[in-house]
């Protein structure tokens, strides 16, 4: 079982930065891959980045095209952390942002089914 517990959302004007933090109580080395997620109100939730653990997945990592550029998903073994570093903000990123993780490796990263384990969010809200 892991449990993952995000931060560093917050409010920023357009153009501005934010750095996304998950801790995981468990080793994330157990897992395959950990993603990001987000959703906005009356949208579904879509993925924004994944990165497949060095240990197992090997460290690929994988964008949305709207974040292509612009964020970085990375990740510290050593302290059981995920990041997400988002430059270049824009209106349109606003949305709750969620951690996830998955267990094994799924052909679709962006799929929400595909992950086993979730944090419970962080508000990001980029004003124009």
């Known amino acids: 079982q892991v449990q993952l517990v995000e931060s560093g959302g917050g409010s920023v004007q357009a153009g501005g930065s934010l750095r996304l933090s998950c801790a995981a109580s468990?080793?994330?080395?157990?897992?395959?891959?950990m993603g990001w997620f987000r959703q906005a109100p009356g949208k579904e939730r879509e993925g924004v980045a994944a990165?497949?653990?060095?240990?197992?997945?090997?460290?690929?990592?994988y964008y949305a095209d709207s974040v292509k550029g612009r964020f970085t998903i990375s990740q510290d073994n050593a302290k059981n952390t995920l990041y997400l570093e988002m430059n270049s903000l824009k209106p349109e990123d606003t949305a709750m942002y969620y951690c996830?993780?998955?267990?094994?490796?799924?052909?679709?990263?962006?799929?929400?089914?595909?992950?086993?384990?979730w944090g419970q969010g962080t508000q990001v809200t980029v004003s124009s």
């Open positions: 990165i497949n653990i060095i240990n197992i997945g090997g460290g690929a990592t």
């Open positions: 468990g080793y994330i080395q157990n897992n395959y891959r």
């Open positions: 996830a993780a998955a267990r094994w490796g799924g052909s679709r990263w962006d799929l929400a089914y595909n992950y086993h384990y």
